[in-house]
């Protein structure tokens, strides 16, 4: 089995930011406020994050900011709240969120919030379980979550929760989510808002813990729901929910190691969804998250709820 290419991985993340005309940049474009989270936060966890230019990266996202308060995922871009969290988690990592008007950015996010306790992701009001995790890991960051009714987030969460478990299957495993396909990405979503709110009592870990271990394939990548291919990313969605529900002894850390090692490009750097495929930025972030996660030596450790190292979250935690 191969090893971890660190110098590879920082050498591409800083290679993407310089890259502007080809086609992996114009896809990235409007998501850009996302991108420099997945790369920077990559780039901390290897422990080369002192090679930004902090001032640099702080002054472009600042000039995402709208006057709402929410935050656009590039310059001239509209704000949407899964911006706006990268945003706030960025400006975490460097220990930066004095330069920000809390005030005004929880504004935002409180105006998203519906009578039945979801979120919409921005004034165009699309719900979803995605934003009720956004929401709160952004409130938290900020201190502010006293300013949503966090009672009502949790029952919606819960809410969801009982249709994901009543859609199951003839196996025995879960099939669907009422209004679309069950997902391990918002599984973890629902966890870690949970995980955050301290509301963890309110699932069934075995019957939940069950479901996610069984996403482990012969490879020993993991995949999203039944009869799906692995993909590097659900070694992040599945693995950090099965660490919050303190299931991960149910799956082979050994395996899933072994593949995610097995989907780097170790000669430019970067990894893909599954071996041999094209590497981005995201999943580099997911797999590089994941080993850490799985106590890869030479990581920082990351929080499985907050998606960002442990030192910055502590950081946050004690810094009132
Ligand atoms: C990818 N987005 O909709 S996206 C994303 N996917 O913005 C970013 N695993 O084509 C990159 N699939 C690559 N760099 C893929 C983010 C998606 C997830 C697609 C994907 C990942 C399998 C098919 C949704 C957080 C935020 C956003 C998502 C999930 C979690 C794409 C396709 C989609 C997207 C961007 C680029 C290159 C990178
Ligand atoms: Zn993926």
Redesign the pocket.
């Known amino acids: 089995m191969g090893e971890l290419a660190t110098e590879k991985h920082v050498r591409y993340i800083l290679s993407v930011e310089k890259r502007k005309d080809n086609f ?1 940049s114009v ?2 474009e409007h ?1 850009r406020m ?2 420099a989270y ?1 790369g920077l936060t990559t780039l901390d966890l290897l422990g080369k994050l002192h090679t930004v230019d902090v001032d640099e990266v702080v002054s472009w996202l600042m000039s995402c900011q709208h006057d709402s308060g929410g935050f656009g995922g590039n310059v001239e871009h509209d704000p949407h709240i ?1 911006y706006t969290l990268s945003a706030v988690q960025v400006l975490s990592l460097f220990d930066k969120l004095d330069v920000i008007d809390v005030d005004k950015v929880t504004s935002y996010i409180v105006s998203l919030q519906n009578e039945d306790g979801s979120f919409s992701g921005d004034m165009w009001g699309e719900v979803d379980t ?1 934003f009720s995790y956004i929401a709160i890991c952004c409130l938290s960051i900020l201190h502010r979550l006293d300013k949503i009714n966090v009672e009502k987030a949790v029952k919606y969460i819960i809410f969801f929760f009982f249709g994901f478990i009543s859609c199951k299957n003839m196996d025995g495993g879960f099939g669907c989510t009422p209004g679309g396909e069950s997902h391990a ?1 918002q599984i973890f979503c629902c966890v870690g808002a949970l995980a955050i709110t301290g509301s963890l009592d309110l699932v069934d870990k075995d019957l939940l813990g069950w479901w996610l271990c069984e996403r482990q394939v012969k490879s020993g990548g993991l995949n999203g729901r039944p009869e799906k291919l692995p ?3 659900y070694s992040w969605w599945v693995l950090s929910s099965l660490i919050m529900i303190d299931r991960v002894h149910w799956i082979s850390k050994e395996k899933l190691i072994k593949f995610i090692l097995d989907c780097q490009d170790t000669e430019n750097g970067g990894i893909s ?1 599954r071996p041999d495929d094209a590497v ?4 580099t972030f997911f797999g590089v998250a994941g080993l850490s996660l799985l106590e890869y030596p030479g990581l920082k450790p990351v929080d499985p709820a907050y998606a960002l190292p442990v030192d910055v979250v502590n950081r946050i935690i004690f810094t009132k």
């Open positions: 992996e896809v990235m998501l996302n991108g997945w899964l995605r990405g993909d590097v990313c969804d981005d930025v995201f999943h």
